[in-house]
């Protein structure tokens, strides 16, 4: 049924990921790194350099990928084809990580004397390098020209944190977060042959707060774990994503641009500007329906008098963008009764393309969601309660298949 063809599998899955490891002192953080590919399902490579096996063993990287760990250009399984080269040839993509002054430099220069060097200069798969090294190293002149060669060939190279470093000294040399790298390696993945590569999304996520004076304000339960989780698959997907949050606890998906706000007024700013060359906009942020008339300057004094609060309504950003038909609008509706007819109204309302109708007393801040998807030619399709992440992946996946139609159309 619909319901199941839209269950998505990880964009990892199957894919043919080279880890490759020199010699840093942040070498150990990328075993974290491999056992997150490996159980997205990824079948991950890891070559470790020379330098590399000084500072760990192929051990770790071993038991957490269930494969052998490469260090030797000599040794490699024959199987007709030519060992050394055969790694590149099927890789869907090559992250470096940690990488580097001397593999970065050894690879600006062409030289292939290892089987890191080699299988770099011999794929076609898209690369991902991440620096770590001390701070003067990294600033070195020679090394920064050696970044910008590789940059200039179509390496991806993310920067390297500031922060403190092993040696008793803070500064820009640190490695990403394994999560960071996790993200920026699934956009590149997703940039070189996903559905939504070359497209560009716009999600809105969370609640808005609406200033009562500088310390109360209105608010809604929204957690914003929906809105991330569409942005990170959007991502996974190809698409280059715009995600616009109000404020949540959450840590937001890497290689994404981030927006934060905090009021519908805000908001609705930051969604024009983005939308000006969007192609989708992914409305799934709970926008405040009120706002205080007055924000009071001064922290209100408490009095036995009660407080009556006058609100006045909020721009209804999805509705401005009615006349955008070039723009994909997809909508949320959380409703507590007459779902379908009250999201079917909205839909209409609001010109959308799609609506994602839910049953607001079981889903608000709850891991899990059971939503209906409702199409403007008033077909319904409900989706099973599952957690959020993986409603997110199946509302993305049914937009994927809109969109392609939708984009025939025009
Ligand atoms: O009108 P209602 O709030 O029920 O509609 C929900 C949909 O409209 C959601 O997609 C929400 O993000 C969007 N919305 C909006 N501007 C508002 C209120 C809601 O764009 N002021």
Known sequence: MYNRRLQMI???????VILGVCGSIAAYKVAELARNLTLAGALVDVILTEAAERFVGTATFQAVTGRPVLTDMWSLPEDGVVGHVSLGVDADIVVIAPATANTIARLAAGISDDLLTTTVLVTQA???CAPAMNPNMYEAAVTQEN????????FTILEPDVGRMAEPMVGKGRLPEVA???GELRALLGQHNGPLRGRKLVVTAGGTHEPIDPVRFVGNRSSGLMGY??????????????LITGPTALTPPSAVALVRVETALEMRDAVHAACQDADILVMNAAVADYRPADVVEQKM????????????????????????????KVGFAAETQ????????????KGLTMIVANDATTSIGQAEIQVTLLDADGTGTPLSRQPKQQ???????AIVERYLAFNQDR
């Open 10 to 16: 990880d964009v990892l899955s199957g894919k043919r």
């Open 126 to 128: 898209p690369i991902l």
């Open 147 to 154: 970044i910008a060669t590789l940059q200039r060939r179509g």
């Open 180 to 182: 960071t790298i996790e």
């Open 229 to 242: 989780a569409l942005a990170a698959t959007a991502r996974d997907l190809g698409a280059t994503v715009t």
């Open 301 to 328: 004094k408490k009095s036995d008098a009660g407080l009556l609060l006058q609100l006045v309504p909020n721009p209804d950003i999805l509705g401005e963008l009615a006349q955008r038909r070039d723009l994909f």
């Open 338 to 349: 007459d779902l379908v007819e009250n999201a079917t109204a909205k839909l209409t309302r």
């Open 391 to 397: 409603a997110a992946a199946a509302i993305i996946a």
